[in-house]
């Protein structure tokens, strides 16, 4: 892409994101570390504020401070974003930083506080409808990058964020689907990791948790927050990075920012080949200089001096030497292409190749032999046709009729074929014997072994129906409180554990269903008729077990 068409559309978006990459590895750790100061408490806050505001009951008393909280931590990433940006705003310049004041800290978090203080709100309502998405996340971003405190103002950093994220308009879409799309995989890898790690745990130190007990509490909100709040912290840094090299160029349009930066990379560059030159010389004639003699001193004493003002002589191998040392260097040879290396093949990888080559060569000598039959039947036809056209069926040649009988006949043969493999299978499918299912044995409600997770709850209330008409009122009332947990269990409320007792069971669905008052109460009253029946001498009477049956349906009816 020449000059012009790059100042009219910029460059593409994945040499822009390339860039971008090289800048990042190119920074120093102190710089990414100063993103993260302010990145990771805020990600943090986000995550306890949503966990307690998702799972705690008394939530609602503490939600005032949490949030505002969780605003100071947000100002505080955007001014850390900015400080990072600002330092690599500075390494893509190749000019020292300004250096960072009091006052300077000051307006930089005034700025940032003033601006950013809209994007929670207005990037969603963006997001939702698609097409101003791309400009509300270029103008926060470039907020970002040009707010570092260097201007006395607010509003010339607005109008430049705002021209910033009008230019361009392709490249910057493309630059949001390829480091979304990037970072939609990252968030794959790292759900990936987390699900192995409970898996790992219980297999290598036999340690059962609530994810290896239930899958499903994997799939909650709080998990894909925790995996979101990840990924935010991985790619982030590469669209900050991508967004300071926008802005850059963005401003090179005017000032040739770009054109100076390059002028003092050449001139780095220069500098150091000369240091290299007037390094040669002096090594050549280190290495040719010998101690003096008394009589090499006397003749040399003799001859006339060489005039000072001669310039060193360099051989053109030593020339060349340095400048191949100078180009191996890593800033100049990340781009070049990559050497081939001829490696080793072990014996394993030598015998896969001469398999593969044996394969290749039998299937390629297979299709010559067929073309050579189709090639002789046609050469065959060609030197039995007579002179003279004779009729033949339906018109045509007796060649063409034989063609055309050929491929009649062969399709008969694949539908025969193709008909005879269908009765097979048909007679395959009729002559496999149904396999036998191990009945599963009803669990004798009486036994203290027996847990709430054997039977779903359906089955449990079924069961309980059949003890009731029997007669077997106390059995029928455990199975109606092994039920009720079973349900409980299938809406997410509990966790079946065989070390909890009936009392854990209430404080942790007090817990979970502060929003379900009605589910709590009546699983409470539940608790404490059975444990007085069950444990107690109590006796049970049929109203006692028709209040039982109607707590249990009003805590099925909230599923």
């Not at 189709?374 to 339906?394: A, D, F, K, M, T």
Request: glycine content about 6%; some cysteine.
């Amino acid at each position: 892409m020449n000059r012009s068409r790059q100042r009219r559309e910029g460059m593409p978006a994945l040499e822009l994101i390339e860039q971008a990459v090289h800048l990042l590895r190119r920074a120093p750790m102190g710089v990414l570390a100063g993103y993260y100061v302010g990145a990771v408490p805020f990600v943090l806050g986000l995550l306890y504020f949503w966990a307690d505001m998702s799972r705690n009951a008394f939530a609602g008393r503490r939600c005032a401070e949490e949030a505002l909280g969780l605003a100071l931590l947000f100002f505080w990433m955007k001014c850390w974003q900015a400080v990072f940006a600002g330092e690599l705003k500075a390494r893509v310049a190749g000019a020292e930083p300004p250096r960072w004041t009091r006052g300077r800290l000051a307006r930089l978090a005034v700025t940032q506080v003033i601006l950013q203080s809209s994007a929670p709100f207005l990037l969603p309502l963006a997001l939702l409808m698609m097409l101003p998405f791309g400009w509300g996340s270029a103008f926060y971003h470039n907020v970002a990058v040009l707010g570092d405190g260097t201007s006395d103002e607010t509003r010339p950093v607005l109008r430049q964020a705002m021209q910033q994220a009008r230019l361009w308009p392709r490249q910057n879409y493309l630059l949001i689907l390829i480091v979304w799309l990037f970072g939609f995989l990252v968030m794959l890898n790292l759900a990936s990791a987390v699900l192995l790690v409970p898996e790992l745990m219980r297999i290598l130190l036999g340690v059962e948790t609530v994810f290896t007990l239930s899958g499903t509490h994997m799939l909650n909100t709080t998990f894909v927050a925790v995996l979101f709040g990840l990924t935010y912290l991985a790619v982030n840094p590469l669209m900050k990075a991508c967004y300071v090299l926008r802005c850059f160029y963005g401003e090179s349009v005017r000032s040739g920012a770009d054109l100076k930066a390059q002028l003092r990379a050449l001139l780095a560059a220069g500098t150091v080949a000369i240091a290299l030159l007037s390094w040669v010389p002096d090594a050549l004639g280190a290495q040719t200089s010998r101690a003096p003699s008394p009589m090499r001193t006397s003749s040399a004493s003799a001859r006339p001096s060489p005039p000072p003002c001669s310039a060193p002589v360099v051989s053109p191998a030593a020339l060349d030497g340095a400048i191949q040392k100078v180009l191996s260097r890593p800033e100049y040879a990340w781009r070049m292409p990559r050497e081939h290396v001829e490696e080793e093949k072990g014996l394993l990888a030598s015998l896969l190749d001469d398999f593969l080559g044996v394969l290749r060569r039998g299937v390629r000598g297979v299709a010559q032999w067929i073309r050579d039959a189709w090639e002789w039947v046609q050469e065959y036809l060609l030197r039995r046709q007579p002179r003279e056209r004779e009729g033949g069926l339906l018109g045509l040649h007796w060649t063409e009729t034989a063609r055309w009988l050929l491929v009649l006949l062969a399709s008969a043969v694949v539908a025969a074929l193709a008909l005879m493999l269908r009765r097979a299978w048909r007679r395959h499918r009729r002559a496999q014997t149904v396999s036998a299912e191990a009945i599963t044995p009803v669990p004798d409600v009486a036994d203290e072994n027996v847990t709430a997770d054997q039977l779903p709850a359906d089955e449990w209330l079924q069961r309980a129906r059949e003890l009731m008409e029997r007669g077997e009122l106390r059995r029928a009332l455990r199975a109606l409180y092994l039920g009720s947990l079973a349900a409980l269990a299938q809406q997410e409320m509990l966790v079946l554990a065989r070390f909890k007792s009936n009392h854990d069971y209430v404080r942790e669905l007090c817990r979970r269903a502060h929003a379900r008052p009605e589910t709590v109460s009546a699983f409470t009253q539940n608790v404490a008729v059975f444990d007085r029946i069950w444990y107690g001498a109590h006796p049970v009477d049929q109203e006692t077990m028709s209040r039982f049956t109607a707590n249990i349906e009003r805590i099925r009816s909230r599923a």
